[in-house]
Protein backbone atom coordinates (compact mmCIF):
# COMPACT_ATOMS: atom_id res chain seq x y z
CA UNK A 1 0.00 0.00 0.00
CA UNK A 2 2.44 2.35 0.92
CA UNK A 3 4.49 1.61 -2.77
CA UNK A 4 1.04 2.69 -4.43
CA UNK A 5 0.54 5.85 -2.05
CA UNK A 6 4.10 7.19 -3.68
CA UNK A 7 3.43 6.48 -7.36
CA UNK A 8 1.77 9.75 -9.19
CA UNK A 9 -1.54 9.45 -10.09
CA UNK A 10 -1.03 8.27 -13.50
CA UNK A 11 1.19 4.98 -12.23
CA UNK A 12 -1.29 4.64 -9.99
CA UNK A 13 -4.36 4.34 -12.52
CA UNK A 14 -2.28 2.38 -14.84
CA UNK A 15 -2.06 -0.60 -12.00
CA UNK A 16 -5.52 -0.45 -10.80
CA UNK A 17 -6.61 -0.98 -14.30
CA UNK A 18 -4.27 -3.29 -14.63
CA UNK A 19 -5.70 -4.92 -11.69
CA UNK A 20 -9.08 -4.54 -12.43
CA UNK A 21 -8.79 -6.49 -15.61
CA UNK A 22 -7.08 -9.16 -13.84
CA UNK A 23 -9.10 -9.35 -11.65
CA UNK A 24 -12.44 -9.92 -13.79
CA UNK A 25 -11.09 -12.10 -15.46
CA UNK A 26 -10.33 -14.05 -12.65
CA UNK A 27 -13.72 -13.72 -11.19
CA UNK A 28 -15.16 -14.43 -15.12
CA UNK A 29 -13.75 -17.75 -15.36
CA UNK A 30 -13.71 -19.08 -11.77
CA UNK A 31 -17.57 -18.17 -11.98
CA UNK A 32 -17.36 -21.04 -14.92
CA UNK A 33 -14.83 -23.13 -12.89
CA UNK A 34 -11.91 -23.58 -14.98
CA UNK A 35 -9.56 -22.17 -12.58
CA UNK A 36 -6.69 -22.63 -13.90
CA UNK A 37 -7.35 -19.34 -16.27
CA UNK A 38 -8.35 -17.78 -13.68
CA UNK A 39 -5.40 -18.09 -11.32
CA UNK A 40 -3.05 -17.19 -14.44
CA UNK A 41 -4.63 -13.80 -15.50
CA UNK A 42 -4.58 -13.39 -11.26
CA UNK A 43 -0.76 -13.69 -11.55
CA UNK A 44 -0.18 -12.22 -15.05
CA UNK A 45 -1.92 -9.14 -13.32
CA UNK A 46 0.34 -9.25 -10.16
CA UNK A 47 3.16 -9.62 -12.29
CA UNK A 48 2.46 -6.00 -12.90
CA UNK A 49 2.38 -4.67 -9.75
CA UNK A 50 5.33 -6.85 -8.13
CA UNK A 51 8.00 -6.59 -10.85
CA UNK A 52 10.07 -3.47 -11.09
CA UNK A 53 8.66 -0.70 -13.03
CA UNK A 54 11.56 -2.11 -16.53
CA UNK A 55 10.58 -5.52 -16.24
CA UNK A 56 7.19 -4.83 -16.13
CA UNK A 57 7.24 -1.83 -18.94
CA UNK A 58 7.45 -4.65 -21.72
CA UNK A 59 5.06 -7.23 -20.46
CA UNK A 60 2.22 -3.92 -21.31
CA UNK A 61 1.11 -4.37 -24.80
CA UNK A 62 1.57 -8.34 -24.59
CA UNK A 63 -0.98 -8.39 -21.47
CA UNK A 64 -3.50 -6.26 -23.11
CA UNK A 65 -4.02 -8.24 -25.79
CA UNK A 66 -3.60 -11.32 -23.36
CA UNK A 67 -6.29 -9.84 -21.34
CA UNK A 68 -8.17 -8.63 -24.24
CA UNK A 69 -8.38 -12.18 -26.06
CA UNK A 70 -9.83 -13.93 -22.71
CA UNK A 71 -12.34 -11.27 -22.46
CA UNK A 72 -13.58 -11.62 -25.97
CA UNK A 73 -13.33 -15.80 -25.57
CA UNK A 74 -14.78 -15.84 -22.01
CA UNK A 75 -17.95 -13.46 -23.57
CA UNK A 76 -18.09 -15.99 -26.75
CA UNK A 77 -18.52 -18.46 -24.44
CA UNK A 78 -20.82 -17.66 -22.07
CA UNK A 79 -18.79 -16.41 -19.57
CA UNK A 80 -20.42 -13.40 -17.54
CA UNK A 81 -20.75 -10.83 -20.04
CA UNK A 82 -20.20 -7.61 -17.11
CA UNK A 83 -16.79 -9.27 -16.14
CA UNK A 84 -15.63 -9.66 -19.32
CA UNK A 85 -16.80 -6.27 -20.35
CA UNK A 86 -15.13 -4.88 -17.52
CA UNK A 87 -11.71 -6.61 -18.25
CA UNK A 88 -11.73 -5.42 -21.39
CA UNK A 89 -11.92 -1.58 -21.08
CA UNK A 90 -9.78 -1.94 -17.97
CA UNK A 91 -7.40 -4.01 -20.52
CA UNK A 92 -7.83 -0.85 -22.78
CA UNK A 93 -7.56 1.61 -19.90
CA UNK A 94 -4.02 0.38 -18.79
CA UNK A 95 -3.11 0.20 -22.50
CA UNK A 96 -3.84 3.97 -22.90
CA UNK A 97 -2.57 4.97 -19.84
CA UNK A 98 0.73 2.74 -20.14
CA UNK A 99 1.23 4.44 -24.01
CA UNK A 100 0.66 8.48 -22.28
CA UNK A 101 3.30 7.52 -19.57
CA UNK A 102 5.62 6.30 -21.98
CA UNK A 103 5.03 9.79 -24.23
CA UNK A 104 5.18 12.10 -21.03
CA UNK A 105 8.67 10.57 -20.25
CA UNK A 106 9.97 12.40 -23.43
CA UNK A 107 8.85 15.83 -22.37
CA UNK A 108 10.11 17.69 -18.80
CA UNK A 109 7.52 17.86 -16.67
CA UNK A 110 5.55 21.10 -16.22
CA UNK A 111 2.39 22.88 -15.28
CA UNK A 112 1.60 21.86 -18.90
CA UNK A 113 2.29 18.45 -19.20
CA UNK A 114 0.08 18.47 -15.81
CA UNK A 115 -2.48 19.89 -17.37
CA UNK A 116 -2.04 17.54 -20.65
CA UNK A 117 -2.35 15.31 -17.91
CA UNK A 118 -5.52 16.06 -16.54
CA UNK A 119 -7.13 16.62 -19.69
CA UNK A 120 -5.99 13.30 -20.60
CA UNK A 121 -7.69 11.51 -17.73
CA UNK A 122 -11.38 13.38 -17.97
CA UNK A 123 -11.25 12.32 -21.87
CA UNK A 124 -10.35 8.75 -20.69
CA UNK A 125 -13.09 8.81 -18.58
CA UNK A 126 -15.63 10.15 -20.89
CA UNK A 127 -14.62 7.26 -23.42
CA UNK A 128 -14.86 4.31 -20.50
CA UNK A 129 -17.88 5.54 -19.31
CA UNK A 130 -19.45 5.79 -22.80
CA UNK A 131 -18.02 2.85 -23.59
CA UNK A 132 -20.14 1.43 -20.45
CA UNK A 133 -22.82 2.70 -20.81
CA UNK A 134 -23.11 1.84 -24.72
CA UNK A 135 -22.60 -1.96 -24.07
CA UNK A 136 -24.59 -2.61 -21.19
CA UNK A 137 -28.18 -1.97 -23.03
CA UNK A 138 -26.63 -4.66 -25.48
CA UNK A 139 -25.53 -7.14 -22.51
CA UNK A 140 -29.19 -6.97 -20.95
CA UNK A 141 -31.37 -6.56 -24.25
CA UNK A 142 -31.80 -9.56 -26.04
CA UNK A 143 -33.09 -8.89 -29.33
CA UNK A 144 -33.01 -10.86 -32.66
CA UNK A 145 -31.86 -9.08 -35.64
CA UNK A 146 -31.20 -9.87 -39.30
CA UNK A 147 -28.62 -9.37 -41.08
CA UNK A 148 -29.41 -6.08 -42.87
CA UNK A 149 -30.34 -4.90 -39.24
CA UNK A 150 -27.15 -5.86 -37.73
CA UNK A 151 -25.63 -4.19 -40.71
CA UNK A 152 -27.53 -0.89 -40.29
CA UNK A 153 -27.05 -1.03 -36.32
CA UNK A 154 -23.01 -1.39 -36.92
CA UNK A 155 -23.48 1.97 -39.55
CA UNK A 156 -24.93 3.69 -36.77
CA UNK A 157 -22.38 3.05 -34.30
CA UNK A 158 -19.88 4.05 -36.77
CA UNK A 159 -21.53 6.83 -36.93
CA UNK A 160 -21.69 7.56 -33.12
CA UNK A 161 -18.13 7.06 -32.59
CA UNK A 162 -17.32 9.67 -35.38
CA UNK A 163 -19.57 12.07 -33.68
CA UNK A 164 -18.42 11.43 -30.06
CA UNK A 165 -14.73 11.75 -31.43
CA UNK A 166 -15.49 15.13 -33.22
CA UNK A 167 -17.29 15.91 -29.88
CA UNK A 168 -14.14 15.45 -27.68
CA UNK A 169 -11.63 17.69 -30.22
CA UNK A 170 -13.87 20.33 -30.16
CA UNK A 171 -14.59 19.99 -26.71
CA UNK A 172 -11.40 19.23 -25.49
CA UNK A 173 -11.06 22.13 -23.16
CA UNK A 174 -14.12 22.02 -21.59
CA UNK A 175 -13.98 18.76 -20.32
Known amino acids: MKRLM ?8 RLLSLALA ?3 LCIGYAWNNQWV ?3 LFLALGGAGWVLPKRLARPLGPPLVAVFSAAAGFG ?11 LAILAALAYWDLDAFQERLKRVPASEDTRRLEELHLKRLAWVLGLGLA ?4 GLLLRVKINLLGAMLLALLIVLGIRQG ?8 EKL
Open 75 to 85: AANQLPELAML
Open 22 to 24: AIA
Open 165 to 172: IGFLRQNQ
Open 134 to 137: LSLP
Open 6 to 13: SLSLLERL
Open 37 to 39: WAL
